[in-house]
């Protein structure tokens, strides 16, 4: 059974920064990659950014420059660096991946970004 488990999330002024951990379980993490999403209270899940096996990581035009997507395959933990945080960051962030032909997510970590 794949388990993913975020944590981090908390409620920060704008400019600030924070870092969201998703701890997996269940998966081969050596050649998994993985994706971090969030959704915002009234509008769809979007892709934030997203890290390869390999370590290769690509992000969204809006959080470019800004968030940084690591990974650590000794502790199984993909974790999310978000600095210079705005209050259009505010949602609910989850991050997923795709194992066996089946997409899994987390329960999410809630962030909200104060002006």
């Known amino acids: 059974q794949v388990r993913l488990v975020e944590s981090g999330g908390a409620l920060v002024q704008a400019g600030g920064s924070l870092r969201l951990s998703c701890v997996s379980s269940?998966?081969?993490?050596?050649?998994?990659?993985m994706g971090w999403y969030r959704q915002a209270p009234g509008n769809q899940r979007e892709l934030v950014g997203n890290?390869?096996?390999?370590?290769?990581?690509t992000y969204s035009d809006s959080v470019k420059g800004r968030f940084t997507i690591s990974k650590n395959n000794a502790w199984n933990t993909v974790s999310l660096q978000m600095n210079n945080l705005k209050p259009e960051d505010t949602a609910v962030y989850y991050c997923?991946?795709?194992?066996?032909?089946?997409?899994?997510w987390g329960k999410g970590t809630l962030v909200t970004v104060s002006s």
């Open positions: 890290i390869s096996s390999t370590g290769t990581t």
């Open positions: 269940g998966i081969n993490s050596k050649i998994a990659s």
């Open positions: 997923s991946t795709r194992w066996r032909g089946i997409q899994w």
